[in-house]
T-cell receptor, first 115, second 110 residues
Framework: KAGVTQTPRYLIKTRGQQVTLSCSPISGHRSVSWYQQTPGQGLQFLFEYFSETQRNKGNFPGRFSGRQFSNSRSEMNVSTLELGDSALYLC??????????????FGPGTRLTVL | KNEVEQSPQNLTAQEGEFITINCSYSVGISALHWLQQHPGGGIVSLFMLSSGKKKHGRLIATINIQEKHSSLHITASHPRDSAVYICAVSPRGGTDKLIFGTGTRLQVFP
């Protein structure tokens, strides 16, 4: 089975722009979750989608949003980019029936740099 | 105080040594995950535990739910084990999510 894929792998944007990141889960997985990793804050949970519905959300401003399509692929969007949004953005997929008590399979990440 | 604490933050070992990384948490959990992150960013799930002990090759993970503590052991360490090891918990009740520890950076020298 193919693993979790994320596109693009690297992205450079300027302040005020918006960005869309994509995550394709492992075939058959219905849950996709998103994380932000920075040197200062470490790994933080953004949100989780299951069967096209946002099931859980972390403590991030409304500039961070996402969606999931019927084929379980997910996108996350960050609007009005700030310098502090520079980070590695990771997604993970799982079967989803047991929430985060299922094994999580992570993608390689998208490294976003905001100038 | 962080809800998930790991120790040590950094660990240096000689090839062949037995290694222990500790994780303590302060919330009730439905599961605990041990993750491995190599330079470049990719994360691999090593174990998911809700009780007891699991073993995979040279890796062993244990959890004590009453004491809110988990350990990851690496037997016969090897330079390819050099990575950051991250503990994450899924809290019971409230928002279902993962809360991460700050990670333990392990370097194994030949």
């Amino acid at each position: 089975k193919a693993g979790v894929t994320q596109t693009p792998r690297y992205l450079i944007k300027t302040r005020g722009q918006q960005v869309t990141l994509s995550c394709s889960p492992i075939s058959g997985h219905r849950s996709v979750s998103w994380y932000q990793q920075t040197p200062g804050q470490g790994l933080q949970f953004l949100f989780e989608y299951f069967s096209e519905t946002q099931r859980n959300k972390g403590n991030f401003p409304g500039r961070f949003s996402g969606r999931q399509f019927s084929n379980s692929r997910s996108e996350m969007n960050v609007s009005t980019l700030e310098l502090g949004d520079s980070a590695l953005y990771l997604c993970a997929s799982s079967r989803g029936s047991r929430g985060f008590a299922d094994t999580q399979y992570f993608g390689p990440g998208t490294r976003l740099t905001v100038l | 105080k962080n809800e998930v604490e790991q120790s040590p933050q950094n660990l240096t070992a000689q090839e062949g040594e037995f290694i222990t990384i500790n994780c303590s948490y302060s919330v009730g959990i439905s599961a605990l995950h041990w993750l491995q992150q190599h330079p470049g960013g990719g994360i691999v799930s090593l174990f998911m535990l809700s009780s007891g002990k699991k073993k995979h090759g040279r890796l062993i993970a244990t959890i004590n739910i009453q004491e809110k503590h988990s350990s990851l052991h690496i037997t016969a360490s090897h330079p390819r084990d050099s990575a950051v090891y991250i503990c994450a918990v899924s809290p019971r009740g409230g928002t279902d999510k993962l809360i991460f520890g700050t990670g333990t950076r392990l370097q194994v020298f030949p």
